[in-house]
């Protein structure tokens, strides 16, 4: 699904730097990484979305939803023994989820030329949750039914 997100994205710096001594997104710990994303200060974080995009051109939110929870079901009757935590396993899905994400940004940029995608919108400082419930799309933080990945398409930056 493509939506026009023209004039409605939501950036915030939190993203790329501390803001009043709280750390950056990318340094906010999650399960198996106590520090936050292992590629921050390594090639991250990546440059600011209006450095990247020109946003005062028109730009969209390419979003894919996948059902987890059908997924979740699929490796249970193949996996019997596997736990929840197992079945959930990013490993499983979620190159797959990026694929389709690709493709659906590819197909949309090959029909309006000149354009160019990011499927990491976050890390250049794009606040995805709030942007997605302006443009009344739901997305839930922690899924457990499903997942929702979002790309930011838009035209470059002029250097």
Same mark, same amino acid.
């Given at each position: 699904?493509?939506?026009?997100?023209?004039?409605?994205?939501? +950036? /915030?710096? #939190?993203?790329? *730097?501390?803001?009043?001594?709280?750390? !950056?997104?990318?340094? @906010?710990?999650?399960?198996?990484?106590?520090?936050?994303?292992?590629?921050?200060?390594?090639?991250?974080? @990546?440059?600011?979305?209006?450095?990247?995009?020109? @946003?005062?051109?028109?730009?969209?939110? !390419? +979003?894919?939803?996948? /059902?987890?929870?059908?997924?979740?079901?699929?490796?249970?009757?193949?996996?019997?023994?596997? *736990?929840?935590? $197992?079945? #959930?396993?990013?490993?499983?899905?979620?190159?797959?989820?990026?694929?389709?994400?690709?493709?659906?940004?590819?197909?949309? =940029?090959?029909?309006? #030329?000149?354009?160019?995608?990011?499927? +990491?919108?976050?890390?250049?400082?794009?606040?995805?949750?709030?942007?997605?419930? =302006?443009?009344? $799309? $739901?997305?839930?933080?922690?899924? +457990?039914?499903?997942?929702?990945?979002?790309?930011?398409?838009? *035209?470059? !930056?002029?250097?």
């Amino acid at each position: 699904m493509i939506v026009d997100v023209t004039n409605k994205l939501i +950036i /915030d710096p #939190r993203a790329h *730097s501390r803001v009043n001594g709280e750390p !950056a997104w990318c340094e @906010l710990p999650y399960p198996g990484h106590k520090k936050g994303c292992p590629n921050y200060g390594k090639g991250c974080p @990546l440059p600011k979305v209006d450095v990247y995009f020109d @946003l005062t051109m028109p730009h969209w939110f !390419a +979003i894919h939803r996948f /059902d987890l929870k059908a997924h979740v079901e699929r490796m249970r009757d193949k996996h019997p023994e596997w *736990s929840d935590r $197992q079945c #959930r396993c990013v490993l499983y899905w979620q190159n797959g989820v990026r694929k389709s994400l690709n493709i659906e940004c590819s197909d949309f =940029i090959l029909q309006h #030329r000149g354009l160019v995608y990011h499927k +990491i919108p976050e890390a250049m400082g794009v606040n995805v949750i709030l942007t997605m419930k =302006i443009i009344d $799309q $739901q997305i839930i933080i922690k899924p +457990i039914d499903e997942v929702c990945k979002v790309a930011l398409i838009g *035209s470059p !930056a002029m250097e």
